[in-house]
């Protein structure tokens, strides 16, 4: 099973700024199934990126996905007030498929 | 657009089957992977497995003993079923779409989430 690893566990942050958000996989993250997702509180989460660096539809530029094999990575340029939330990466390689345990994005 | 809503029972009895229904409005049930996902409280997402219209399903390891799910095309419906609960099955339960050409992830959308909570 692969166990993802996200840090930091919280980011407090002023609208603006850059945010990097971390993602590290205990084993190769084969053909970049990785996916990242906003999750704001009662709502359904909502897909940002998947294979790693592809842009769901819709989504700002000021997301984007990078990294391969066990390291990846979220940017977000500049961060707008709706962008404070909690971020998640998921792997999707098969029936084992897993998530990461979430960066919280706050307002500093 | 797409949408989905779960529901069910927000309460079930320890040893007892969780039961849920997804209904899928806005598009068609006979494309795509379709999925169920929980949320302990302060836990990580789990997937726990996927259904496609054709009854094809695959699921968790951890959960496959547990799991049976079930699809209803003239409905554009889908269901889970969870037996021998236990209080660690509490968890926000989730339906979600995987994105066209992927099955496993990438969930473009999803339902806004069930609260099921296991006690007597």
């Known amino acids: 099973e692969i166990v993802l690893t996200q840090a930091p566990g919280t980011l407090s942050l002023s609208p603006g700024e850059r945010a990097t958000l971390s993602c590290r996989a205990s084993?190769?993250?084969?053909?970049?199934?990785l996916a990242w997702y906003q999750h704001k509180p009662g709502l359904a989460p909502r897909l940002l990126i998947y294979?790693?660096?592809s842009r769901a539809t819709g989504l700002p530029d000021r997301f984007s996905g990078s990294g391969s094999g066990t390291d990846f990575t979220l940017t977000i340029s500049r961060l707008e007030p709706e962008d404070f939330a909690v971020y998640y990466c998921?792997?999707?390689?098969?029936?084992?498929?897993?998530f990461g345990g979430g960066t919280k994005v706050e307002i500093k | 657009q797409v949408q989905l809503q779960e529901s069910g029972p927000g309460l079930v009895k320890p040893s007892e089957t969780l039961s849920l229904t997804c209904t899928v409005s806005?598009?068609?049930?006979?494309?795509?992977?379709w999925s169920w996902i929980r949320q302990p409280p302060t836990e990580r997402l789990e997937w726990i497995g996927f259904?496609?219209?054709?009854?094809?399903?695959d699921y968790n390891p951890s959960l496959k003993s547990r799991v049976t799910m079930s699809v209803d095309t003239s409905r554009n419906q889908f269901s889970l079923k969870l037996s021998s609960v236990t209080a660690a099955d509490t968890a926000v339960y989730y339906c979600?779409?995987?994105?066209?050409?992927?099955?496993?992830?990438?969930?473009?959308?999803w339902g806004q989430g069930t609260l099921v909570t296991v006690s007597s």
């Open positions: 979600a779409r995987a994105r066209s050409g992927y099955i496993y992830g990438a969930f473009d959308f």
């Open positions: 084993q190769s993250v084969t053909s970049g199934h």
């Open positions: 294979g790693a660096s």
């Open positions: 259904i496609y219209h054709n009854g094809v399903t």
């Open positions: 998921q792997q999707y390689v098969n029936s084992l498929s897993s």
């Open positions: 806005g598009g068609s049930i006979t494309s795509h992977y």
